[in-house]
């Protein structure tokens, strides 16, 4: 279970340059959304977005436990 560290009165504008996934185009570009989260719990621990990732890549069609 994850939990969010949610601040509901702040707010940012969306910059599509500055997201982090392969498609480089977004609707909510230049819109500021309500809400902005602060951080993210998944285990007691914060996920540190900022540094490399941890964990392995799931690939689809692969099952728990393989490797």
Known sequence: MSEL???PDDAFVVD???LA???PITPSDG???CGVVRSTWLRGS???TSGP???RL???GT???ER
Request: no cysteine; glycine share 8%; hydrophobic share 30%.
């Open 5 to 7: 560290d949610l601040a």
């Open 16 to 18: 599509a340059r500055r």
């Open 21 to 23: 996934h392969r498609n």
């Open 31 to 33: 819109r500021a959304p």
């Open 46 to 48: 914060t996920i540190d």
């Open 53 to 55: 990732p941890a964990g």
């Open 58 to 60: 799931l690939r689809r």
């Open 63 to 65: 099952r728990t436990g």
